[in-house]
């Protein structure tokens, strides 16, 4: 049983089917797990649907939220954080907040229940993971150029994102001017949506219309699972690569998510750690 002051956490990713992208979220459990000693740690999907498939597909069983709750609560846990792992306060955010709050409703409601910020949660978010961007570049194993590889008249970095038709979409455009001020000097740098605004094709306008000629992919999602795979980086016509590179770009895509960063997860912990204020016990 958890002490007391140690309140149980959770979480919440969307989630995946892509098996290999499991061990971000298990980075950032194991992340949570050192920055709160003697809190209990658990992951659960917010999408029923990733829920369902997960486990006909892969045999593989994650909790919703729901049950993770339950969980916390015959293990004692008097406070609960519900730390969303979203990029931005879209639909699937706000249905977690929906759920926290009818939780604290019913009988088996915690003595405290906050709610942790998504990655970019306004303007000052913007500006964090803009100074992180190098950071971001970098490859731990020494195999893409960074930074220093883009070359400021031909080469451009399309930060992907996946982007909502909820009106938290705007964060995307809030950042992409972010990064503009910061770094438009040094390179071409663009901010694109694989369902939201800007998409592929103005991207590829802006790219056509820059002069760049080569081009790196860096997804701006949470995990490198189906989007990163088929929709930025797949084989298939539609693809970000394919399509670009129909336009006689040269185009390469770097395959990591952003949870497997350690800087990332430092942004998702300070949120944690902002709620948590409200659920001193």
């Given amino acids: 049983m958890p002490a007391p002051d140690n309140p149980g956490i959770v979480l919440a990713p969307y ?15 194991a992340a949570y797990e050192q920055a709160f000693p003697g809190s209990p740690v658990r992951l659960a999907f917010t999408s029923r ?12 069983a994650v909790p919703d939220l729901p049950a993770a709750l339950r969980s916390l609560k015959g293990e004692g846990c008097r406070a609960v954080l519900l730390q969303s792992l979203q990029i931005v306060p879209g639909s699937e955010f706000h249905q977690a907040a929906a759920l926290a709050r009818d939780w604290q409703a019913g009988d ?7 709610v942790g910020l998504p990655l970019l949660a306004g303007l000052e978010d913007c500006r964090r993971i803009s100074a992180l961007l190098p950071a971001l570049l970098e490859d731990p194993i020494g195999q893409d150029r960074g930074r220093e590889g883009i070359n400021e008249k031909e080469d451009a970095l399309v930060l992907v994102a996946h982007g909502t038709g909820h009106p938290a979409d705007a964060l995307y455009s809030l950042l992409a001017d972010v990064l503009r001020r910061d770094h438009g000097g040094a390179f071409n740098i663009f901010l694109g949506s694989i369902e939201g605004y800007p998409g592929l094709a103005e ?23 189906g989007h990163a795979n088929s929709d930025i980086a797949g084989t298939g016509p539609d693809s970000w690569m394919s399509t670009l590179s129909r336009k006689g770009l040269s185009v390469r895509a770097d395959l990591r998510g952003l949870g497997e960063r350690q800087e990332i997860a430092d942004v998702f912990i300070e949120h944690s750690k902002s709620a948590l204020q409200f659920v001193q016990l």
């Fill in 203 to 225: 991207i590829a306008e802006d790219l056509l219309s820059r002069r760049a000629k080569t081009v790196r992919l860096l997804p701006f999602l949470l995990v490198a699972g």
């Fill in 49 to 60: 649907l990733m829920i369902k498939r997960l486990a006909e597909k892969e045999g593989i």
């Fill in 108 to 114: 088996a409601a915690f003595d405290r229940l906050a």
């Fill in 15 to 29: 989630g995946t089917l892509y098996p290999p992208a499991l061990a971000t979220y298990d980075r950032l459990r």
